[in-house]
């Protein structure tokens, strides 16, 4: 019996099928759905109303670093590297774990708002980022950053082995632990090799930045003789199952590669395109078979964590670059940021409306002049929504926003203790 039903709206389900029903219900018991179809009158469990509005699975933002919400605006209109040695490194040097809680909290009342309804994260102070995530009631998956050109890259290495243990033996339903080496021109082959090691013996997936910028791929040819992917390849990274961040600059065979040991690639398309870094071959890749989700990356480099606004560029983007408006549609697009987003991330019940599924489920309001008259709501979400069209959030089977109010934490005190953390963290960076 369901404990609680969304009713009246119309579900959008994204299963193999890409079954909609209008009117249609929505169960949900102990955190997983139970039940998708028409209404049942007179049933019992709490109610919400979603009549008037889409109900379809949470949108899932599967590559960002949330508490770099600390940063936002802070350095903008850079190149990749000149940006992390000259701007962002230099002040993360200084952020203390309080920070990041609230840099982390920050991003996900954001994230809340916005129907985002899991996060795939890494940052340093992994601890206090998780703690941010799980007490916003979002669907925490964190990852310490690894980086292996460091004095201290052991005791780093130890200790992310330490919290991925942790969060394992934790067995919160909303906690999913990844290891996150930051990317090959950062992680050494024998350091890579010891987290493929870690990863691999405890069945954790590995979330990574892989072929970022053209320079990257130069220097892996300068170093290696090969390109990221064949690299990678080569040093058994993808034995283990990977979530890989960007994968903008591809050839062929790398794409081969990719479909072939079944990675989940995640293209950041806003941030790609503020850096100046290129544009990601999402037409390329779906051709070969592989599973795309959609991130926002940090928020110094995009500057939100709106996925809705990367529903939209993606299904775009490519039309314009092809000169092709048969590329990407609507539904695919979308479907990136849910099914997508979910396999990409290794989940087998995650990113639809399905029984026996996680119960991460939102609900936008389709009453806005800018959504009506409705004739096709696939087309309307991916090109006309808003992601303040979004009225309520569940996670888990949990409702963490219902009526735009989010429920699971004080916004105002949320917003003015990151204020207050941002502007510590600047004025000690000097
Ligand atoms: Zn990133």
Redesign the pocket.
């Given at each position: 019996m369901s404990s609680l039903r969304i009713t009246g709206g119309t579900v959008l389900c994204f299963d193999e099928e890409r079954t909609i029903l209008p009117g249609g219900e929505v169960g949900i018991s102990d955190g997983r759905i139970d039940y998708v179809g028409p209404c049942r009158d007179g049933a019992a469990g709490e109610v919400i109303d979603a009549t008037g509005q889409a109900v379809m699975p949470g949108l899932i933002n599967a590559?960002?670093?949330v508490a770099m919400t600390l940063m936002r605006s802070y350095a903008d209109d850079m190149s990749l590297h000149a940006w992390l040695e000259q701007r962002i490194w230099p002040v993360e040097r200084h952020l203390l774990p309080s920070d990041v809680y609230w840099g982390t909290l920050l991003g996900c009342v954001e994230m809340i708002r916005a129907g985002v309804t899991t996060f795939n994260d890494?940052y340093w102070h992994a601890r206090e980022a998780t703690q941010a995530g799980l007490d916003s009631g979002l669907r925490t998956c964190p990852s310490g950053v690894l980086i292996g050109i460091v004095p201290d890259k052991q005791a780093m290495f130890e200790r992310a082995v330490e919290f991925a243990d942790e969060c394992i033996a934790r067995a919160h339903p909303r906690l999913h632990v990844r290891f996150g080496p930051h990317a090959p021109y950062t992680v050494p082959d024998d350091f890579m090799a010891q987290i493929i090691e870690a990863a691999g013996s405890r069945g954790v997936p590995i979330h990574t930045?892989l072929a970022e910028t053209e320079k990257e791929v130069a220097d892996c040819l300068a170093q290696h003789g090969e390109r990221v992917m064949e690299h990678m390849q080569r040093i058994g990274l993808f034995d283990v199952a990977v979530n890989a961040?960007?994968c903008v600059h591809l050839s062929p065979a790398e794409i081969a590669i990719l479909a072939e040991r079944g990675v989940g690639v995640v293209t950041?398309h806003s941030?790609n395109l503020k850096l100046g870094a290129g544009v990601a071959p999402i037409p390329e890749l779906l051709a070969a078979g592989v599973t795309i989700g959609l991130?926002t990356?940090?928020t110094a480099?995009n500057n939100n964590l709106d996925v809705l606004e990367e529903v939209r560029l993606v299904a775009l983007l490519h039309k314009g670059l092809r000169r092709d408006a048969t590329v990407i549609s609507a539904y695919e697009a979308l479907e990136m940021a849910t099914a997508g987003g979910a396999r990409a991330m290794g989940f087998d019940d995650l990113g639809r409306l399905k029984p026996g599924y996680r119960a991460d489920v939102i609900c936008l309001d389709l009453s806005a002049p800018h959504l009506c008259p409705g004739h096709n709501v696939i087309s309307d979400l991916a090109y006309a929504a808003q992601s303040s069209d979004v009225v309520t959030t569940i996670v888990q089977g949990e409702v963490v926003m219902r009526d735009r109010q989010v429920l699971s934490v004080d916004q105002a005190e949320v917003v003015a203790k990151a204020r207050e953390a941002a502007l510590g963290l600047v004025g000690r960076a000097g």
């Open positions: 590559h960002t670093h890494m930045h961040a960007h950041n941030s991130g990356d940090g480099s």
